[in-house]
Protein backbone atom coordinates (compact mmCIF):
# COMPACT_ATOMS: atom_id res chain seq x y z
CA UNK A 1 0.00 0.00 0.00
CA UNK A 2 1.61 3.49 -1.07
CA UNK A 3 1.40 5.75 2.08
CA UNK A 4 2.49 9.41 1.86
CA UNK A 5 4.35 10.38 5.19
CA UNK A 6 1.08 12.81 6.16
CA UNK A 7 -1.12 10.07 6.01
CA UNK A 8 1.43 7.13 7.67
CA UNK A 9 0.25 5.80 10.93
CA UNK A 10 2.54 3.47 12.94
CA UNK A 11 1.19 3.84 16.48
CA UNK A 12 0.30 0.16 16.86
CA UNK A 13 -2.45 1.00 19.39
CA UNK A 14 -4.42 3.29 17.51
CA UNK A 15 -3.96 0.10 14.49
CA UNK A 16 -5.18 -2.19 16.89
CA UNK A 17 -8.05 -0.10 17.79
CA UNK A 18 -8.92 0.36 14.03
CA UNK A 19 -8.39 -3.63 13.95
CA UNK A 20 -10.95 -4.55 16.48
CA UNK A 21 -13.46 -0.96 15.32
CA UNK A 22 -13.93 -2.77 12.44
CA UNK A 23 -13.24 -6.58 12.70
CA UNK A 24 -14.29 -8.05 9.08
CA UNK A 25 -11.36 -8.40 7.53
CA UNK A 26 -10.11 -9.59 4.25
CA UNK A 27 -7.94 -12.23 4.45
CA UNK A 28 -5.95 -12.53 1.14
CA UNK A 29 -3.37 -15.39 0.12
CA UNK A 30 -1.52 -17.12 -2.51
CA UNK A 31 -2.22 -20.70 -2.87
CA UNK A 32 -2.43 -23.79 -5.03
CA UNK A 33 -5.33 -22.85 -6.94
CA UNK A 34 -3.73 -19.06 -7.05
CA UNK A 35 -4.96 -15.43 -5.58
CA UNK A 36 -7.58 -15.58 -3.19
CA UNK A 37 -9.30 -13.27 -0.99
CA UNK A 38 -12.17 -14.73 1.86
CA UNK A 39 -14.05 -11.78 4.38
CA UNK A 40 -13.71 -12.99 7.84
CA UNK A 41 -14.42 -11.50 11.14
CA UNK A 42 -11.51 -11.29 13.25
CA UNK A 43 -10.79 -11.09 16.88
CA UNK A 44 -7.78 -9.73 18.32
CA UNK A 45 -5.25 -10.85 21.06
CA UNK A 46 -3.22 -7.65 21.62
CA UNK A 47 -0.90 -9.64 24.06
CA UNK A 48 0.06 -12.85 22.19
CA UNK A 49 2.67 -11.00 20.78
CA UNK A 50 4.21 -7.49 20.60
CA UNK A 51 1.99 -7.24 17.28
CA UNK A 52 -0.84 -9.42 18.36
CA UNK A 53 -2.33 -12.19 16.95
CA UNK A 54 -6.00 -12.42 15.01
CA UNK A 55 -7.82 -15.36 15.24
CA UNK A 56 -11.11 -16.50 12.81
CA UNK A 57 -12.14 -19.67 11.84
CA UNK A 58 -13.72 -20.89 7.82
CA UNK A 59 -15.82 -23.63 6.77
CA UNK A 60 -14.31 -27.09 6.52
CA UNK A 61 -15.43 -27.13 2.84
CA UNK A 62 -13.68 -24.04 2.35
CA UNK A 63 -10.26 -25.01 0.32
CA UNK A 64 -8.46 -22.29 1.80
CA UNK A 65 -6.84 -24.88 4.39
CA UNK A 66 -5.86 -27.37 2.20
CA UNK A 67 -4.52 -24.85 -0.36
CA UNK A 68 -1.85 -22.57 1.79
CA UNK A 69 1.01 -23.57 3.36
CA UNK A 70 1.69 -22.75 6.96
CA UNK A 71 5.01 -21.32 5.67
CA UNK A 72 3.22 -18.79 3.20
CA UNK A 73 2.57 -15.19 4.27
CA UNK A 74 -0.49 -14.06 3.63
CA UNK A 75 -2.25 -10.28 4.45
CA UNK A 76 -5.35 -9.09 6.21
CA UNK A 77 -7.09 -6.15 5.02
CA UNK A 78 -8.73 -4.01 7.65
CA UNK A 79 -11.05 -0.84 6.77
CA UNK A 80 -12.45 1.92 8.64
CA UNK A 81 -15.42 3.89 7.40
CA UNK A 82 -14.79 6.01 4.17
CA UNK A 83 -16.43 9.03 1.91
CA UNK A 84 -16.14 11.14 -1.02
CA UNK A 85 -14.60 14.45 -0.49
CA UNK A 86 -16.25 16.97 -3.28
CA UNK A 87 -14.62 19.88 -4.36
CA UNK A 88 -17.94 21.48 -4.21
CA UNK A 89 -16.93 22.55 -0.62
CA UNK A 90 -13.88 23.84 -0.96
CA UNK A 91 -13.16 27.48 -0.91
CA UNK A 92 -10.72 27.20 -3.76
CA UNK A 93 -13.38 26.42 -6.32
CA UNK A 94 -15.32 30.08 -5.95
CA UNK A 95 -11.22 31.81 -5.91
CA UNK A 96 -9.45 30.45 -8.14
CA UNK A 97 -11.03 26.92 -9.48
CA UNK A 98 -8.36 24.86 -8.47
CA UNK A 99 -9.92 22.01 -6.91
CA UNK A 100 -10.06 18.45 -7.19
CA UNK A 101 -12.17 15.09 -6.08
CA UNK A 102 -10.65 12.97 -3.19
CA UNK A 103 -11.54 10.15 -0.67
CA UNK A 104 -11.03 9.99 2.95
CA UNK A 105 -10.79 6.39 4.34
CA UNK A 106 -8.48 4.39 6.89
CA UNK A 107 -6.78 0.88 6.12
CA UNK A 108 -4.80 -1.21 8.09
CA UNK A 109 -2.80 -3.65 6.33
CA UNK A 110 -1.35 -6.82 8.58
CA UNK A 111 1.13 -9.10 7.36
CA UNK A 112 0.99 -12.17 9.51
CA UNK A 113 2.03 -15.90 9.36
CA UNK A 114 -0.84 -18.55 9.17
CA UNK A 115 -1.87 -21.69 10.99
CA UNK A 116 -4.45 -24.08 10.72
CA UNK A 117 -6.30 -25.28 13.85
CA UNK A 118 -8.20 -28.46 14.00
CA UNK A 119 -8.88 -28.73 17.64
CA UNK A 120 -11.84 -28.96 18.96
CA UNK A 121 -10.78 -27.07 23.13
CA UNK A 122 -9.29 -23.92 21.03
CA UNK A 123 -12.31 -24.15 18.68
CA UNK A 124 -14.43 -24.35 21.48
CA UNK A 125 -12.91 -21.15 23.13
CA UNK A 126 -12.67 -19.15 20.01
CA UNK A 127 -16.30 -19.91 19.96
CA UNK A 128 -16.83 -18.21 22.95
CA UNK A 129 -14.20 -15.35 22.86
CA UNK A 130 -15.63 -14.20 19.34
CA UNK A 131 -18.97 -14.13 20.84
CA UNK A 132 -18.15 -12.18 23.71
CA UNK A 133 -16.20 -9.73 21.57
CA UNK A 134 -19.15 -8.99 19.16
CA UNK A 135 -22.08 -9.23 21.36
CA UNK A 136 -20.44 -7.10 24.22
CA UNK A 137 -22.75 -3.60 24.18
CA UNK A 138 -25.79 -5.61 23.38
CA UNK A 139 -29.20 -5.46 25.37
CA UNK A 140 -29.59 -8.92 25.47
CA UNK A 141 -26.23 -10.45 25.00
CA UNK A 142 -26.32 -13.96 23.38
CA UNK A 143 -23.75 -16.66 25.24
CA UNK A 144 -22.89 -19.66 23.41
CA UNK A 145 -23.69 -21.41 26.81
CA UNK A 146 -26.90 -20.80 26.19
CA UNK A 147 -27.42 -23.61 22.75
CA UNK A 148 -27.10 -27.52 23.55
CA UNK A 149 -23.94 -28.93 24.05
CA UNK A 150 -24.77 -30.98 21.10
CA UNK A 151 -25.40 -28.28 18.77
CA UNK A 152 -22.12 -26.59 19.49
CA UNK A 153 -20.35 -30.08 19.02
CA UNK A 154 -22.06 -30.45 15.48
CA UNK A 155 -20.75 -26.74 14.46
CA UNK A 156 -17.48 -27.36 15.81
CA UNK A 157 -16.94 -30.75 13.28
CA UNK A 158 -17.82 -27.61 10.69
CA UNK A 159 -15.25 -25.61 10.86
CA UNK A 160 -11.29 -25.26 10.85
CA UNK A 161 -9.51 -22.66 12.84
CA UNK A 162 -7.49 -19.97 11.98
CA UNK A 163 -4.68 -18.35 14.17
CA UNK A 164 -2.32 -15.65 12.61
CA UNK A 165 0.51 -13.91 13.88
CA UNK A 166 1.33 -10.17 12.62
CA UNK A 167 4.62 -9.70 12.03
CA UNK A 168 4.01 -6.33 10.19
CA UNK A 169 1.55 -3.78 10.74
CA UNK A 170 0.89 -1.12 7.84
CA UNK A 171 -1.51 1.71 8.59
CA UNK A 172 -2.67 4.94 6.57
CA UNK A 173 -5.33 7.44 7.48
CA UNK A 174 -6.11 9.66 4.64
CA UNK A 175 -8.48 12.38 6.40
CA UNK A 176 -7.25 15.41 4.68
CA UNK A 177 -4.63 16.36 6.75
CA UNK A 178 -2.65 17.97 3.82
CA UNK A 179 -5.20 20.34 3.62
CA UNK A 180 -4.97 23.71 5.60
CA UNK A 181 -7.57 24.29 8.72
CA UNK A 182 -10.04 25.91 6.84
CA UNK A 183 -10.48 23.38 4.35
CA UNK A 184 -10.70 20.50 6.41
CA UNK A 185 -13.81 22.42 8.45
CA UNK A 186 -15.36 23.08 5.00
CA UNK A 187 -14.96 19.28 4.10
CA UNK A 188 -16.56 18.24 7.57
CA UNK A 189 -18.85 20.50 6.99
CA UNK A 190 -19.63 18.85 3.64
CA UNK A 191 -19.66 15.56 5.17
CA UNK A 192 -22.00 16.53 7.85
CA UNK A 193 -24.87 17.50 5.23
CA UNK A 194 -24.95 13.86 4.00
CA UNK A 195 -27.32 11.29 5.62
CA UNK A 196 -24.98 8.18 5.85
CA UNK A 197 -24.13 8.04 9.52
CA UNK A 198 -20.37 6.26 8.32
CA UNK A 199 -19.75 9.62 6.58
CA UNK A 200 -20.23 11.26 9.59
CA UNK A 201 -17.56 9.42 11.59
CA UNK A 202 -15.24 10.07 9.09
CA UNK A 203 -16.25 13.90 9.77
CA UNK A 204 -15.29 12.91 13.30
CA UNK A 205 -12.01 11.53 12.27
CA UNK A 206 -10.95 14.69 10.45
CA UNK A 207 -12.24 16.79 13.00
CA UNK A 208 -9.45 15.03 15.42
CA UNK A 209 -6.57 15.76 13.13
CA UNK A 210 -7.39 19.44 13.80
CA UNK A 211 -8.19 18.64 17.70
CA UNK A 212 -4.65 17.13 17.31
Not at 43 to 63: F, S
Request: net charge negative; with cysteine.
Amino acid sequence: MYIQKVFEENRISVLHDLIEQNPLGILTVYGSYGLSADHLPFTLDRHGLELGVLKTHIARGNPLHKSVAETNEVMVIFQGPDAYISPSWLPKRHINGRVQPSWAYTAVHAMCSIKFIDDDSWIKAHFEQSVNCFEAGLPDPWQVAEAPKDFIDGLKQHVVGIELTIHNLVGKRQLMQQRNVNDRLAIIEGLRTQSDPSVHQVAKQIAQTIEN
